[in-house]
C-alpha cells in the first residue's frame, strides 16, 4: 500500500508472487480464488501501468480485492467482481476541511477509472 | 446478559483469516463483512473474563473458538464505543453478547457477542462500512501463540 513509487516490473512480479499466496492460503481455508476475478485485475492493472502497488487480499467470495491509501486519509478499494465489473470504495478528504467524502457503488473496469478521476485520486494510484 | 449491548468501553476481538490481511499486515475491510445468511459477525468480549489478564483472556478466546485459527491469521480488536463514534455510517452498528452453549462437542463460549446493524456482505455499502471498521481496529494479536 506505500505511495513510493515503485519499478513497474517489480510492481508486476510482486502482484504475481502475493496472489500465488493468496491462492495456497485460499485453498487452505477451503476456497478457491476467481479466475474471472484475477483476470480482471490483471487486466485493470496493465492499463494502469504507472500505478502504485496495492495491498491485494483476497475476499471470502474468492475475488481478488486491491487497496490503494494515501497519507491524506484518501482510500481506494476495488473488488474484482469478474466479467468486466468492480465494486469500489472510495474515501477522500475535500479540500481546507476535516470532512471526508466516502461513497461505494459498483461500476465497469472502465467505469471505476472515471470515478477515480472525479475524485482527483490519481495521484494515489501514481498514474 | 445474553442479548444485551455491550458496554462502550467493552473491547473485542475477531479472528481474521491470512486472505484478509495485508502485506504489511493490516487488516482489510473485507474482514468484517456478513457472510450469506447471517446476521452478524462473530466476536468475543475479552472484559468477559474480568479476572484474567490481557493475555489471558486473548488466550481464553483462542481456546474456546471453534474456528481453525491460522498462524498468519490475526485476532483484531475493536473498541465498542470508539468504534460506534467513529463516523456517522457506524453509529447504527451495535454489539451484543450472544453466550455459545456446549454443542456437538465443543466447549461453551461464554465471551461470544457479534456485530449487528451491517449491511448484507455483498452490497457496496457494506464494502464501506467494512473499511470503516477496520480504521477502527486498535490493536492486532496473533491468532497463535508458539508453544
Known sequence: MS?????PRKIHKDYSLRIELLRSDAEDDGFVLNESSEKDFWQYIRSAPFAQKAGLVLVDNGNLRAVWKGDDESH???????NQWVEYVI?????????????????TLDGVKRQIDA????????? | MNGNDLPDGAHVVR????????EDGSVDGSAFRLRSGDNGLSVNWLEYFSDLTKAQQLDEVRRLSRLTMRKRGCLAELGVGATKQYSPELTALRFVHNPLATENGYEADPSHSEITGLPQGDSPQAALIGDLIAECIQAIHPALIDA
Not at chain 1, 119 to 127: C, H, I, K, R, V
Open chain 1, 3 to 7: 505511495i513510493t513509487q515503485e519499478n
Open chain 1, 76 to 82: 481506494l478499494g476495488i473488488q474484482f467482481l469478474g
Open chain 2, 15 to 22: 479472528y481474521v483469516k491470512p486472505t484478509s490481511r495485508h
Open chain 1, 119 to 127: 475524485f482527483d485520486l490519481t495521484s494515489l494510484m501514481g498514474a
Open chain 1, 91 to 107: 474515501f477522500k478528504r475535500r479540500p481546507s476541511t476535516v470532512d471526508v467524502a466516502r461513497v461505494a457503488g459498483r461500476d
